[in-house]
């Protein structure tokens, strides 16, 4: 993510000098697993990245990905990163003057292969998640797909750590009781819903019996969905991105 703040309106066709500029970690998904590690790190909860990344270009970002992850409970886990041919996409914000308006200028991404991507299946395959009774373990699935990936891509990566979750052995067991759950977390416009969410279940109920607990599916929902689940013109048209929003019935069947 690079941030360039301008001391006035951009002149379209001139040149425009920055006030200031910076650069940092900018990934939707990345931000939340950051703020997910500092909320949990007094709780010594495990919090791990999954990510396809373009190695061109990206020694900056992961840099600092790196850096502010090791300030939040130590050197992070990188088993579920899959570098890929191409560029590190960049995103952009221009910001302008004292209103603070911003505008987004979002490059493309490199094409992400089969081959990297069941690379990163694997890896979560190969985990094995252990859900205490009355705790959670869950996935998000956050941002948009790169080129090369469809819809049921982020289906097959929840159900693939769905169906990892276990029961600790008895033994082991703490005194909180209750039932264990396993939730996934959709905030991405790309994820079909009610695809997803069956998906999820049927792996949850074909896994070993050792598996315990319940599949949750929680949706965060755009600005554009809320107004199409309620039936209200959007507002925000020319300036929001409900142009991605899903179909409302699919949204509230799901």
């Known amino acids: 993510q690079r941030r360039v703040e301008l001391g006035a309106p951009l002149g379209v066709g001139a040149v425009n000098r920055a006030r200031a500029s910076s650069d940092g970690v900018g990934g939707k998904g990345q931000g939340a697993f950051l703020a997910a590690r500092a909320a949990l790190v007094e709780d010594s909860a495990d919090v791990v990245l999954a990510q396809c990344y373009g190695r061109e270009a990206s020694a900056g970002f992961l840099g600092a990905l790196r850096d502010r992850g090791a300030a939040l409970g130590g ?17 952009t914000t221009l910001v302008f003057g004292d209103t603070g308006e911003a505008t987004e200028i979002v490059e493309p991404s490199p094409e992400v292969p089969r081959a990297a991507f069941d ?38 990566l929840c159900a693939a750590a769905a169906s990892t979750r276990r029961r600790p052995p008895a033994e082991e067991e703490d005194d ?12 991405s416009v ?16 074909s896994s070993s019996s050792s598996s315990g607990g319940d599949v949750l599916v929680i949706a965060k929902l755009n600005a554009g969905e809320v107004f199409k689940v309620a039936g ?23």
């Open 119 to 156: 690379r990163l299946l694997d890896g979560v395959h190969s985990a094995r998640i252990i859900i205490p009774a009355g705790r959670f373990a869950g996935v998000l699935v956050s941002g948009s797909l790169p080129p090369g990936l469809g819809s049921d891509d982020y289906s097959s």
């Open 176 to 187: 909180k009781g209750g039932p264990c759950f396993f939730v996934v977390f959709v905030d």
């Open 75 to 91: 050197p992070l886990d990188e088993s579920l990163w899959v570098a890929v041919d191409g560029r590190a996409r960049v995103a």
């Open 232 to 254: 209200v013109p959007d507002p925000r048209t020319a300036t929001s991105d409900s142009a991605e929003a899903r179909d409302a019935r699919a949204v509230a069947e799901a």
């Open 190 to 205: 790309a994820a079909d819903l009610a695809a997803l969410r069956a998906t999820v279940s049927s792996s949850s109920s």
